[in-house]
């Protein structure tokens, strides 16, 4: 047996013991981590909700939770750590240590800079459990700091157009969505028109500066307008169908129908000289009108009585009009708030815009012409017992009616409205004065003609002939100034824009004029 010998020191490991004792003093006074059981429970003391604020900011409440031992008891000392694990965030002091009730509260937690669910976790250090809680936001989008238009800049021809995109973030670059379209405004309207959807349609050559603004967030976009390419006297649009029914708003927008059931919308595009389609009608359509405005179309419905109504900016069918018959003819009224309807039953609707809701009149004959007075509240239609009826608008009655024989078919007004030239299927172009209703003249060398029209500025006359040739005429002088033949023309729509006359075919091919 070995004894040890007793130092004046006192114990043998005294030393060791006191340096072991020294340690754990240094350390507490250091605020290390108390050791932590291996099993510990942890449950959040605050809500796990998601907390809801603007990206890249904090949250308004911290998070707190309670770490247990194995029996339910506090343990306090024990670090937690905190982490931001989803949505880009970050946590301020990400570790924190338990108090004497075993609580332990994060720091500032600021959710990302992108929209959308966030997530913090709070774990216990050294533990082996994997015990953790799971604390959520929702970081949202934040106001809007900007306005933003595309393209930045454009370039469009005389007559084209190009749609204007655009789009608030905030200053993070987040989208942030509006309620309200943007107040568009062209700063040189006689170079080019904006619509309330953003379309810049070209009037003219120069540079127009288009602004848009949603409350005090303003953005421009700079519009160049060049002068329509040089151009033979005719040109031709292919369309797969033949075509009847044509219009063309008062800024340049042209619909063509196909002559067929069901009918198909062409939209054209007068720069590239093609034909989109956009709209099957469940119907043959034989005629198109714009209002006015531009925003809708309505259309007649001709192997069904029924009008179409087709809005404009989204080119899609919003409304079914049924009426008694049968429609031949559409035409709008000047002011828009009507749209009269010839039918083949001889009866002629005006349609309430507002409503979609029609009164009659009956005519007599199938009703296959309808034309507008300049400047008086008067309507002029044809009809195949070879008769023109002159209708007054203010009362919706009929006015009076002239025989002018023959079969009747497009009418048109001369721009100072003095007289009417009515085309006829066997007949010459007659000439009515539109104060008497008289003939005052014809056009004998125009025979077999199914439609009339007098350019914009009254010097020009663009007449089909049924099954062979177009004609402009000098509005004068009546002379023949450009002939093309062929392809069965049909009705023309007058382009004021482009000094442009569209021609429908039954050939299937559109015919472009410069008149």
């Not at 006192?10 to 754990?24: E, F, N, T, V």
């Not at 799971?134 to 370039?155: C, S």
């Not at 810049?200 to 602004?211: E, F």
Request: glycine residues 8%; charged residues 15%.
């Amino acid at each position: 047996m070995t004894f040890m010998r007793r130092t004046k020191t006192g114990h043998p490991y005294g030393h060791r013991i006191a340096l072991l004792i020294l340690s754990i003093l240094t350390a507490s006074c250091e605020g290390t981590v108390a050791p932590v059981e291996t099993t510990v429970n942890l449950e959040a003391v605050t809500s796990t909700a998601p907390q809801v604020t603007f990206v890249n900011t904090a949250v308004a409440a911290r998070s707190s939770v309670r770490v247990s031992d194995a029996s339910g008891r506090p343990l306090a000392g024990a670090r937690v750590m905190f982490a931001a694990t989803r949505g880009g965030g970050r946590v301020t002091d990400a570790s924190s240590l338990t108090d004497a009730d075993g609580i332990a509260t994060s720091g500032v937690w600021t959710v990302g800079r992108r929209p959308g669910p966030q997530e913090m976790i709070a774990f216990v250090a050294n533990a082996t459990t994997g015990a953790r809680v799971t604390f959520l936001a929702d970081a949202q989008v934040a106001p809007p700091t900007v306005l933003i238009l595309t393209p930045e800049a454009a370039q469009i021809t005389v007559g084209d157009s190009v749609q204007l995109a655009w789009v608030r973030q905030d200053q993070f670059n987040n989208i942030v969505p509006s309620p309200t379209l943007p107040v568009f405004t062209a700063l040189a309207p006689t170079v080019a028109s904006v619509s309330a959807s953003g379309r810049v349609r070209g009037l003219a050559p120069g540079v127009a500066r288009i602004v848009a603004s949603i409350g005090p967030l303003v953005d421009t976009v700079s519009v160049t307008v060049t002068p329509p390419p040089a151009l033979a006297p005719f040109d031709s649009i292919a369309v797969n169908n033949p075509t009847l029914a044509v219009a063309t708003s008062a800024s340049g927008l042209t619909y063509v129908l196909s002559w067929g059931i069901p009918s198909e919308l062409f939209v054209i595009d007068r720069g590239a000289r093609t034909a989109r389609t956009s709209l099957v009608l469940p119907s043959s359509v034989y005629d198109v009108t714009f209002l006015p405005n531009g925003t809708q179309a309505y259309l007649a419905g001709n192997a069904a009585p029924e009008v179409y109504v087709v809005d404009v900016a989204s080119t899609t069918l919003i409304a079914t009009i049924t009426v008694p018959s049968v429609v031949q003819r559409v035409l709008a009224s000047a002011s828009g708030d009507a749209v009269y309807a010839a039918l083949d039953n001889g009866q002629l609707l005006k349609i309430d815009v507002a409503t979609r809701t029609w009164t009659s009149i009956t005519l007599g004959g199938v009703l296959n012409g309808i034309a507008r007075h300049p400047t008086l509240p008067r309507l002029y239609v044809t009809s195949t017992s070879g008769s023109v009826h002159d209708v007054a608008l203010t009362t919706f009655t009929l006015a009076r009616s002239v025989s002018v024989g023959g079969v009747p078919h497009g009418l048109d007004v001369d721009p100072t409205g003095t007289s009417i030239l009515v085309a006829r299927q066997d007949s010459a172009v007659i000439q009515l004065s539109t104060s008497s209703l008289s003939t005052v003249g014809s056009i004998p060398s125009m025979t077999g003609t199914y439609d009339i029209r007098y350019s914009p500025d009254g010097t020009r006359l663009i007449v089909t002939q049924i099954g062979s040739a177009v004609f402009v005429l000098d509005a004068t002088t009546r002379a023949v100034v450009v002939q093309s033949t062929g392809y069965s023309p049909l009705r023309s729509a007058m382009d004021p824009v482009r000094g442009e006359a569209i021609v429908t075919r039954l050939g299937g091919k559109l015919m472009v004029l410069r008149y």
